[in-house]
């Protein structure tokens, strides 16, 4: 299986501080996927590799969330990772905490790139 690039752009509106957005990145958001899908298991479909975030340097106040996957292209194409495992109350759970992202801006799907082998 190859391995896909996810990147998500978060425009922060006005408001918000990047100090507590990036703290929200980091211990709660990352720390979510890290531990949810880390590897295959059972109710697994995919499986993420790494995850940084990146300040973009041509727009202000842009943050993009670089992750790599391996597993099924439809599912880490969905903004809420929908179908990501086969337990619904997972599915829940991280839907619930990507809507914290909410509070500090708005995030998009800029692309999913695959590796050529």
């Not at 041509?58 to 086969?86: C, H, N, P, Q």
Request: charged residues 35%; positive net charge.
């Amino acid at each position: 299986m190859s391995t896909l690039y996810r990147y998500d752009a978060i425009d922060l509106n006005d408001t918000a501080k990047e100090e507590d957005f990036l703290k929200l990145m980091r211990e709660t958001i990352i720390t979510h996927f890290k531990d949810r899908y880390k590897k295959l298991t059972r109710v697994t479909v995919c499986s993420l590799g790494k995850q940084e975030i990146f300040k973009d340097t041509k727009k202000e106040r842009r943050y993009i969330w670089l992750s790599t996957w391996t597993g099924r292209e439809d599912v880490i194409s969905d903004i809420l990772f929908t179908g990501a495992t086969m337990s619904p109350e997972f599915d829940l759970e991280t839907k619930e905490i990507l809507k914290k992202i909410n509070v500090f801006g708005k995030r998009k799907i800029i692309n999913i790139y695959d590796t050529i082998e």
